[in-house]
């Protein structure tokens, strides 16, 4: 399974909108780029999943340029409670079920 | 995460003994995950499993694992002899027959953390 490289830590303020950008170099054809969020205690929660150019839902944006090598979650507009980690992977459907998580971005939201 | 069950939530064990972590998975859903999280660290998947099958067991350790989904009742992640190391986050996830498409039909539940003393 491709790997992915995001930064270890974020800070934020409430309020503002908050980038994380993840880079998977090696991310093949059939690979979709997929984020989870995990709060403490707790087992991951699926963001947004994209392939390819722009995804937006209730929670956050997802941005993808044309070569796929990177991506970009934004969350509009921050609070206290999207204090978390952020993981970014790469889900292919062959491998259903079967995913691997790195280390993640710890974000934290201060007031 | 709402409806992967996990429990215990809290397992303490002492060194040598066993510990059994069981997983209900969502209604309607035949297939089941498990993956550990040590402190400080991304989760790694475990096994795979089917009804009655394991698909998958590539992230089991080789010694002291094992896990089985029967035809009925909940899936059960046994480990034998438990050593400090083992001390970590155990987690389930579980997705629908239909294998649908969309990632986000794999649920996670909300762990079983072992403790080894």
């Known amino acids: 399974l491709a790997k992915t490289t995001q930064p270890i830590s974020m800070d934020s303020y409430e309020g503002q909108e908050v980038n994380i950008t993840c880079s998977h170099n090696?991310?093949?054809?059939?690979?979709?780029i997929t984020w989870y969020q995990q709060f403490p205690s707790q087992g991951p929660r699926f963001i947004i999943q994209?392939?390819?150019t722009k995804v937006t839902n209730e929670v956050a944006s997802l941005f993808i340029p044309a070569d796929r090598k990177s991506s970009t979650l934004s969350l509009p507009r921050v609070s206290l409670s999207d204090t978390a980690v952020y993981y970014c992977l790469l889900d292919r459907g062959s491998t259903l079920g079967r995913l691997y998580f790195g280390r993640g971005t710890q974000l934290t939201v201060w007031p | 995460n709402a409806g992967v069950m996990q429990n215990p939530r809290h397992l303490v064990r002492r060194r040598g003994q066993e510990a059994r972590l069981r997983c209900s998975p969502m209604k309607g859903h035949s297939h089941v995950y498990w993956y550990r999280q040590l402190p400080e660290e991304g989760l790694k998947f475990m096994v795979y499993?089917?009804?009655?099958?394991?698909?998958?067991e590539s992230g089991m350790p080789k010694e002291r694992f094992s896990a089985e989904f029967p035809k009925e009742g909940p899936s059960i992640l046994r480990i034998q002899q438990v050593v400090r190391g083992d001390s970590a986050a155990y987690f389930c996830?579980?997705?629908?027959?239909?294998?649908?498409?969309?990632?986000?039909?794999?649920?996670f539940g909300e762990g079983s953390w072992l403790t080894v003393v």
């Open positions: 996830a579980s997705s629908p027959d239909t294998g649908s498409r969309d990632s986000n039909t794999i649920y």
């Open positions: 994209g392939y390819k």
């Open positions: 499993l089917q009804k009655e099958n394991i698909i998958d």
């Open positions: 090696n991310i093949a054809t059939n690979d979709y």
